[in-house]
């Protein structure tokens, strides 16, 4: 081909390319949810998907695509084609998978678009039914006399609980022994019926469980107490004894890097919008989960915020020691 036709055809790309970004999207969006359905982000992500309905104008499916504390799912994201038809909705292990993963697949940021962050997600540490301790300060005294013989269960590794309960131990000064399960419904199972102690478990599936009286509530894990009726009462683990404690659950939107920036534009012109569903919002907040309004609903603050995270959780899996191949 001659530099002219060459230019030609060039031409002719960008033309076909603007025409697919001004008609997008022109058929159904796939949003990979790299856990479990009936999960807590596969919850956050089916409302997601509803609210995202109407300002897309096109239905967004819902795919499971499970397994890796999360990395297989994202894993499909990073090598999808890059047309906006190929989302993907994750949580903080989009953070900590790079520094807790020995081999990973796909870099964080550089295989993803970041579209806006979701949503930011407190934990509760809640323990069996049975557990004599009845508060935060107990329940610390019984750990710290048990000779790391108490159970953590979690949701498997890279999991929030997971997570939460590294850096509950890094608080603490002491250590438990953990129990990891496959997905937070066993772990949550087990809980419930004795055979673990205590769980770091995100407030969408610890709250129905508190509410249930099947679990103990002891703290709150974000700097503000959640205005839920199950957990009045509860304080958060700064208050109660661990100043400063913080550890947040975030969910971010992604598409794969090189999606065109009209069709990128678009989408997070649909998750602002989505956002401010009334429906979403009421869901959420039911839930526990604050709706991100800042400047990370940006696709710059997303990453910015990202990187921030990765760089400070880095340092509390290598300080913990615990990678997974
Ligand atoms: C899930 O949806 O299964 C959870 O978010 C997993 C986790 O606890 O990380």
């Known amino acids: ?29 796939t949003l990979v949810v790299p856990f479990a359905a009936g999960g ?48 993907l909705v994750n949580h903080i292990g989009m953070a900590t998978a790079p520094t807790l993963y020995r081999k990973l697949s796909y870099k964080v940021p550089d295989d993803f678009e970041t579209l806006g962050l979701v949503n930011e997600a407190p934990s509760v540490l809640i323990g069996k039914p ?95 107490r959640l205005p839920l009726p199950a957990l009045r009462e509860t304080p958060t683990l700064s208050e109660a004894g661990l100043k400063d404690f913080n550890v947040q659950v975030w969910h971010g939107l992604y598409a794969p890097k090189g999606t065109p920036p009209a069709v990128l534009a678009k989408i997070n012109a649909a998750l602002r919008t989505a956002l401010k569903d009334p429906e979403l919002i009421k869901r959420e907040e039911a839930l526990g989960l604050a709706i991100v309004n800042d400047d990370r609903l940006d696709p710059a603050g997303h990453k910015k915020f990202l990187v921030a995270e990765t760089a400070r959780w880095s340092k509390v899996i290598k300080d913990a020691g615990e990678y997974a191949d």
């Open 1 to 29: 081909m001659n530099t002219i036709s060459r230019f030609g055809a060039g031409i002719a790309l960008a033309a076909l390319t603007t025409l697919a970004c001004a008609d997008y999207p022109d058929k159904p969006v």
């Open 40 to 87: 807590p982000t596969d919850k956050i992500a089916r409302d997601l998907a509803e609210a995202l309905r109407k300002p897309l104008g096109q239905t967004v499916i819902v795919d499971n695509t499970v397994g890796a504390g999360g990395t297989i799912g994202s894993a499909r994201v990073a090598r999808a084609t890059p047309d906006g038809y190929t989302l």
């Open 130 to 224: 049975t557990l004599a301790a009845n508060s935060f300060a107990e329940l610390r005294q019984w750990i710290a006399s048990s000779g790391g013989k108490v159970n953590l269960a979690n949701a498997g590794l890279g999991s929030a609980s997971h997570l939460c309960g590294l850096m509950l131990q890094s608080a603490l000064k002491t250590s438990m022994t953990p129990v990891p399960y496959k997905g937070t419904a066993p772990a949550m199972t087990d809980l419930i019926g004795g055979q673990v102690d205590v769980m770091c478990e995100q407030a969408v599936n610890a709250v129905p469980q508190i509410e249930g009286k099947k679990v103990k509530a002891y703290g709150i894990t974000s700097l503000q």
